[in-house]
């Protein structure tokens, strides 16, 4: 299962940081999305994996881990927040400029994707 | 607490100037002149302790465990350093009111040199030396401000910058000699530094150190080869040249080395060192000052010149030398201010500066002419006026040492020769411009000023005659106690203009008669220099700025190339080569902790993330499809959480990811809909080969982790959530109790997110497509009538469940980040099943205000604890006996998480109601909406 989860977040964090490394601002978005989303699960982890085993006094024997879980619930949000934040200022910047390209096009002419 | 005060007077008094700007200006000169004043008479009330050889301390901690205090001290060396400053500075007040013209702008002018003042004072009073090396560094930047204070001339800037860039300089590099000796001694303070000063001594760093400190005095002090400067700060208003560049900055490099005289001198490498540049500086200095034309040119070289003399009395760190030098220090201030203050008189008068064309001024300005004689006798040491005195004293000392063995006469004949060319520049300041024939073209016709801007003048050359009469009335007391701060001896004075005859009056006698020699066959000398090629310091030094910056753009352009594409990727790589030594040096990637078996459910989840995943990655050019997929990951990542023990986490992400979502499909709506073409193959395989590499990495480095066992502090949250916190869902109470603060600071954050995308709104101007990319206008019907319904029903039961999770998150899953985006994904559905319009008549709700209601309330909570005594954010909590629902628990913590719940409702409607608003009428288009 470890190497199974492991392998997981290793493809989520590789699928993430193509996306963050596209020339256009949405992709970018999305990849910086996905890549929170595979910083929280390896976050998470480091409480190692447990089933069954809810941080909720009474609900069982034993307990996981409760404090990665808070520190990761946290991030969720800020993690939202940012999200929202870099879409809306992707938004802006095609508004103000009129395209979506992430590369300064007047003092440099190696952009592709166009 | 009167030395604080001393030092708080001037610093809060820069404040004063400005205030007053509405009114007259005799009202805005008093108000510099008041605190100054003020500060001098606590000086000289305290001055008698310190006469009595006590030392005044004070102490206030502040950065203790850096060795950083507010440590003030009154010995003998800062009580006359603080009353030149003071006393001297009141002058100056009173001689810029005169001199400022109506054009000039005084308050700023007065509000920097108040700052200048309180800087100097605590240079001179810190007993602490990480604490005077901030005063240090402050005094170079007011003076930057001072000397570039006409900052519409070139000149005043350029001559600001240069004396920044070399005094700032020489600051960084005494912070690194001060920050070795106080990791040598353990400490910074003054007191423990020179009780030190025998292991310092001894000590592998004290050459560095040395060289550290000497480096930011003598760049301070402009001695050889850092003398450039300071000609050219002389850009600067004459009552600054006054202020600063005789009496007070120019000294702070010798009143460090007068400091660190116990700790730093007596060995060979201070004795060479200092003695040598002093020398060639004072040699060098006085060589130019004869050269120049200007008439504050002129004093500038003279000032390096007596600096240079300064400086190597304290090289030659005898008893006797060192009374020279702080006596000069007196001497010099009290002269050279006055020559200062008449030189900007003339200027002020006549309209220029240049010797060359101001001539015979006698019958024009008599008083001045006369006030000029005496200070400049002094400067040239012509008894009976107090720098004869000091020359005299510097004679015997050059006499008495005997540190270059057999070359030892070197050091009198060469500083008989200094004195030679002093005279000579001395009689050419007073003999080119008050006599030698008549005035040629002045812009303006000279006459004597207005008394009361000769007053402050007057005071100073009273001085000079009254301490070259009566030396020991007026300065033994404080000569004596400055002397014994620096030898840690006190000396025995005994000052007088008679000596008999002995070796010091031959060599004054050699010194007059040989200036005059040097005056009169002044054009020899002036044609002898014409055939070196002028070098001019200013460009020079301009051309290296030039050269260094020119050098780092070059350097930065090849990295700063305005792509993100290329940033990014070095980062990336970056991160590659750093990590992978890192984790090959992992000897057994798995480790010793038992692992779960496969199941079919997470194999299943699995390989749907990892079809999500590639999925977004390789269809990312078809927008909607990649938002799809986007959130199959976002609902498998979900799924984890809740498989591993972690529901509070489902719950979040899976709100979250409906959030996000949506917010996604409204941000397509304003981007460019073409799908642009692929990137090269080339670039798609480089970034294909970094993706892989950092996910390898994250890959194994988790496989890492998760295969280890681990200790973990959580224990104590299991152990006292239910007994300290008052509730069962641990995560909760981690959350709202245990790290209430990182919390605070969380939602702190979102909030200020939120404002930052309701600014990025404001007043927009979207890119707003009427069709699809076919050409099809959008859908008549804007509302469902289905959704509408749906949704409207469902909007009620949405709430209760919010507050129903929010009730209960202290216990079970739930809690105020959970309930909040419920709740706000409730309201967003309305906003999109019934539009803005429908929404707005029934809940006009202002979600900026309920935001910040959100994060007073967490804060007020915290502070809450305060009225109780304990730390901030202590939780409390007790149970309640309700009707009807019986026991219940009451916890500080849940409203603290009420908190919490209000700021995520507001900061999720902030963005995506004012974001959903763009298309709208109710845009956002004025500031505060």
Redesign the interface.
């Known amino acids: 299962m470890e190497a199974l989860y492991a392998i997981t977040v290793g493809i989520l964090t590789a699928c993430s940081v193509f996306l963050i490394l596209r020339g256009r601002s949405f992709p970018i978005v999305i990849g910086i999305t996905m890549l929170s989303y595979a910083v929280n699960l390896f976050l998470f982890s480091t409480g190692r994996l447990v089933i069954g085993e809810n941080p909720i006094l009474g609900s069982g024997d034993s307990y996981t881990d409760p404090l990665p879980q808070a520190l990761v619930l946290t991030a969720i949000v800020i993690g939202f927040a940012m999200t929202a934040y870099s879409i809306i200022l992707a938004v802006r910047a095609r508004g103000e400029i009129g395209t979506d390209e992430v590369n300064d096009l007047d003092t440099h002419n190696d952009t592709e994707g166009r | 607490m009167s030395l604080l005060l001393i030092l708080l007077l001037p610093l809060v008094g820069t404040a004063l100037p400005l205030l007053m700007r509405q009114t007259s200006r005799a009202a805005i000169t008093w108000s510099a002149l008041l605190p100054t004043l003020a500060a001098l008479s606590l000086l000289l009330y305290s001055a008698p302790q310190t006469l009595a050889g006590q030392t005044p301390q004070f102490l206030f901690p502040w950065l203790s465990n850096l060795g950083l205090d507010i440590a003030l001290r009154l010995d003998g060396l800062s009580l006359l350093f603080a009353g030149l400053i003071l006393g001297i500075g009141v002058l100056i007040i009173a001689y810029a009111h005169y001199y400022l013209s109506s054009k000039d702008d005084v308050p700023r002018f007065y509000t920097s040199l108040l700052l200048f003042m309180a800087a100097m004072l605590g240079i001179a009073m810190a007993d602490n030396l990480l604490f005077m090396w901030v005063f240090w560094e402050l005094t170079s930047l007011s003076s930057f401000l001072l000397i570039g204070y006409w900052y519409h001339s070139s000149d005043a800037r350029r001559g600001a910058r240069m004396a920044l860039a070399v005094t700032g300089g020489g600051g960084l590099a005494l912070l690194a000699g001060i920050l070795l000796l106080g990791h040598i001694v353990g400490s910074y303070q003054v007191d423990d530094v020179i009780s030190a000063a025998a292991e310092i001594r001894e000590h592998a760093l004290y050459v560095p150190i040395l060289l550290l400190v000497l480096l930011g005095a003598f760049t301070k002090s402009a001695q050889f080869p850092f003398q450039f400067w300071l000609p050219h700060a002389m850009a600067a208003p004459t009552p600054v040249s006054a202020y600063l560049h005789s009496a007070t900055m120019v000294k702070a490099g010798i009143f460090l080395m007068a400091r660190l005289h116990p700790v730093l001198a007596g060995s060979e490498w201070w004795f060479y060192i200092v003695t040598l540049t002093g020398l060639v500086t004072l040699l060098v200095g006085a060589y130019f000052a004869i050269l120049k034309h200007d008439l504050k040119g002129l004093l500038a070289f003279s000032t390096i010149s007596h600096l240079g003399l300064i400086t190597m009395l304290l090289g030659i760190g005898s008893q006797v030398a060192v009374v020279t030098a702080l006596f000069h220090i007196i001497n010099h201030a009290t002269f050279k201010a006055s020559l200062f203050m008449i030189a900007g008189i003339i200027d002020h008068e006549s309209g220029t500066r240049d010797m060359r064309k101001l001539n015979g001024l006698l019958s024009y300005m008599p008083i001045t002419a006369t006030v000029a004689m005496v200070a400049a006798a002094s400067m040239a040491g012509i008894p009976p006026f107090n720098g004869f005195l000091s020359k005299e004293m510097f004679f015997d000392a050059s006499v008495q040492q005997h540190l270059f063995g057999g070359l030892s006469w070197a050091l009198p004949a060469l500083a008989t020769l200094g004195a030679m060319l002093s005279v000579a520049y001395s009689i050419r300041f007073i003999h080119d411009v008050f006599f030698n024939g008549e005035p040629k073209d002045l812009p303006k016709t000279p006459h004597d000023p207005p008394r009361m801007m000769l007053l402050p003048v007057f005071i100073l050359v009273l001085l000079c005659i009254a301490i070259g009469l009566l030396p020991m009335t007026l300065v033994q007391g404080v000569l004596m106690q400055a002397v014994a701060a620096v030898t840690l001896r006190l000396p025995e004075l005994d000052i007088a203009l008679w000596h008999g005859f002995n070796m010091p009056l031959l060599m004054s006698a050699i010194a007059l008669v040989g200036g005059a020699v040097i005056y009169l066959s002044r054009h020899h000398l002036f044609s002898f220099n014409r055939q070196f090629d002028a070098i001019d310091a200013k460009q020079l030094f301009e051309h290296a700025v030039q050269r260094s910056t020119d050098r780092a753009s070059a350097f930065f352009e090849r990295f700063d ?6 940033y ?2 070095l980062i ?1 790589v970056t991160v590659l080569l750093m990590l992978i030594p890192a984790v090959a040096e992992i000897n057994f990637l798995g480790g010793s ?1 038992p ?5 079919m459910v ?2 299943v989840g ?1 390989i749907l ?2 079809v999500g ?2 999925g ?2 390789i269809f ?2 078809q ?1 909607l499809t ?2 799809l997929m ?1 959130s199959v ?2 609902l498998m ?1 979900s799924l ?2 809740a ?7 489902a719950m ?2 899976l709100i ?1 990811e409906v ?2 979502i949506l ?2 499909i409204l ?2 709506f ?3 809909q073409r799908t ?5 193959g080339h ?1 798609v395989a480089r ?2 080969i ?3 590499g ?3 990495l ?6 890492a ?3 280890r066992p ?1 200790e ?3 224990d104590f ?2 152990a006292n ?2 007994t300290g916190g008052g509730g ?4 909760n109470v ?2 709202v109790d245990f ?1 209430g603060f ?2 605070l600071g ?1 939602i702190t ?2 909030a200020i ?2 404002a ?2 309701h600014k ?2 404001n007043k ?4 707003m497509p009427s069709s699809d990319v076919d050409g099809r206008p959008w859908h008549r019907i804007r509302h469902p009538l289905m959704l509408t319904t749906v949704a409207r029903m469902l909007l009620p039961m949405a709430l209760i469940v919010g507050v129903y999770i929010f009730m209960r998150g202290h ?3 739930g809690g105020g ?1 959970i309930a909040g ?1 419920i709740t706000a994904s409730a309201m967003i559905l309305q906003y999109m099943a019934s539009g803005v319009d429908w929404v707005k008549a029934r809940f006009d709700l202002n979600y900026q205000s309920l935001m910040s209601v959100g994060v007073l309330i967490a804060t007020l909570t915290g502070l809450g604890s305060w009225v109780f005594d304990k730390p901030f954010l202590t939780s409390w909590f007790t149970y309640l006996e309700w009707p009807l629902v019986g026991k219940f628990e009451f916890a500080t913590a849940l409203l603290f998480d009420l908190g919490v719940y209000l700021t ?1 409702i507001g ?2 409607m902030m ?1 995506l109601a004012n ?1 959903g608003k763009m298309t709208t009428r109710h845009r956002p288009t004025q500031e505060g909406n």
């Open positions: 190339t305005g792509s993100l594409q290329r990014l990727a990336f902790r692992q779960l078996p496969i199941d997470s194999m699995a993330l990892v995943a590639m977004v990655a990312h050019r927008r990649a938002l986007l990951v976002g990542v984890a959480f498989h591993f023990s972690a529901p509070d986490l979040t992400q979250v959030v996000s917010l996604m941000a397509l304003f981007m460019p642009a073409r692929a990137s090269s670039r970034d294909v970094i993706a892989s950092i996910g390898g994250v890959a194994s480095l988790n496989y982790i998760l295969t681990f973990s502090i959580s949250f299991l959530a239910k069962t869902n641990v995560v981690i959350l790290r990182d919390t969380e954050v979102l997110a939120a930052g995308i990025l709104l927009l101007r979207p890119f216990n079970l899953p980040f985006l995520v900061a999720t963005i974001f």
